[in-house]
């Protein structure tokens, strides 16, 4: 009976729980929006090694296993700049990023914490204005994370700079801090802000991921390919091709390249150019002006940049020329339109 009766209390205990936790997910309100927009892995230094996709340090995970974390002129170093063997690393990664399926695994690392002094932890992830408090407090995009800004806050820049713009709602930022509530979420004061750039990036020559793979004749697959725009070659994340045979590529470096002023609303998962045209993750109806045009295929979120077919800059856009040919994409705003 005795076992009996705790079975019940523990079954009710879980029951309140899960109540609790579906009613959370279903408020409109509730803070725990989706996943991270960071991930982490930590580990001990083994070596320094020149992979095919960049410098990288081979680490010991936690549990022992082997992982490459991949650097590049883009990663971020809140503390020191260098690790020796031994040392201990996190690195933190963009959680919805394409990786390449092999072993071990490799991560491509946006932050790299080295040298962190004992009393400073470290948060990467997006962050939001906390409705649930008043001015000056910010939760990161996966809910479990906050910060409040004190008179002491330091808000700079990755290369140091002071960050004057004022806004970090919908920010990517690296939260340096030392102690810290243990509510849920957990909550304490910022010492230091990094607010990371937005800017497009090269990301890694690889393969797509498997269900990205295109069909048929790999030769053709346009994944990686340069991207030219007016006949001038852009740094831009890289373009994939969908196992529908659709080239997908980003659109902020390639709108703002052309002159277009692009916005992004975290919220919404919208898109929006010159005020004129709108387009939402996910969905296939695209609005210009107060018409509607639906493509084939929708925009996509892919390791935190948009991507659109390449058919929205002929479509959208009414530009004479977007194609990808001879191993490279090109888009062009004048000349004539290429069959």
């Known amino acids: 009976m005795k076992k009996a009766l705790s079975i019940l209390l523990v079954a009710g205990m ?12 279903d408020d409109e309100t509730n803070p725990w929006r989706e996943l991270p927009y960071y991930l982490s892995i930590t580990g001990t230094v083994v070596s320094y090694e020149d992979l095919k996709s960049g410098l990288s ?20 170093y809140p503390f020191e700049t260098t690790a020796a063997v031994g040392d201990v690393v996190t690195g933190f990664y963009q959680a919805n990023a394409p990786m390449i399926a092999i072993w071990p695994p490799q991560y491509n690392i946006s932050v790299l914490v080295v040298g962190a002094p004992e009393d400073k932890r470290v948060v990467v992830d997006r962050f939001y204005e906390w409705e649930d408090h008043s001015e000056g407090y910010y939760i990161a995009q996966s809910g479990a994370f906050a910060f409040r800004i004190s008179e002491d806050t330091e808000i700079i820049l ?4 002071d960050y004057i713009d004022g806004d970090l709602a919908g920010k990517r930022i690296v939260v340096i801090f030392d102690v810290s509530t243990r509510s849920i979420p957990e909550l304490a004061t910022a010492r230091t802000l990094i607010v990371l750039c937005e800017d497009a ?12 793979a295109p069909v048929g004749d ?24 969908t196992a529908e045979r659709i080239v997908m ?6 709108a703002e390249t052309l002159g277009f002023e692009v916005r992004w609303d975290a919220e919404a998962r919208t898109v929006t150019l010159d005020d004129s045209i709108v387009l939402t993750i996910g969905d296939a109806s695209y609005l210009v002006g107060e018409t509607v045009i639906e493509l084939a295929d929708a925009p996509a ?39």
Request: hydrophobic share 45%.
């Open 201 to 212: 990036v090269n990301l890694p020559d690889v393969a797509p991921p498997e269900e990205l």
């Open 57 to 76: 340090i081979k680490i010991d995970d936690e549990y022992g296993n082997p992982a490459y974390l991949i650097l590049s002129d883009k990663t971020v």
């Open 301 to 339: 979120l892919m390791g935190g940049f948009t991507y659109v077919p390449l058919a929205f800059f002929r479509d959208i856009l009414e530009l004479p020329n977007a194609f990808a040919f001879e191993g490279q994409i090109e888009i062009h705003s004048d000349g004539d339109r290429m069959e």
């Open 249 to 254: 590529v980003p659109l902020r470096v390639i």
């Open 14 to 25: 879980l029951t309140t729980a899960i109540a609790g936790m579906a009613a959370a997910a």
């Open 158 to 161: 990755e290369n140091g700079d």
């Open 218 to 241: 790999p030769e053709i697959d346009a994944s990686g390919w340069p991207i030219l725009v007016n006949g001038v070659l852009v740094e831009a994340p890289a373009a994939y091709q």
